[in-house]
C-alpha cells in the first residue's frame, strides 16, 4: 500500500529469475508456467523481491494445474 507500487512490482518481476519458466505480464497481471517447482521458486521469488520495509504487502495468486487452451 503505497504511492510507488507499479515502481516495486515491476522492479520485483525484472529481478525474477524466470529462464526455468515461461512468463508474460500485461497491464493486469503475471502469469508463470512450468513445472511446479519451477513457478513455485518464481512466485516466492517475486513476492521476496517485491517486499519493501514499511510497505505493508499482500498477494492474491491462483495456481492451476492442467488447464488447456
Known sequence: ???NFVDILMNAIAQTDTSKIW???DGMSTVYRGRDIHVVD???AFFTGAEQPNV?????ATF???WVA
Open 56 to 60: 505493508h504487502m499482500t498477494m492474491e
Open 64 to 66: 492451476s494445474k492442467g
Open 42 to 44: 518464481a512466485v516466492r
Open 1 to 3: 500500500m503505497c504511492d
Open 23 to 25: 512468463s508474460d505480464t
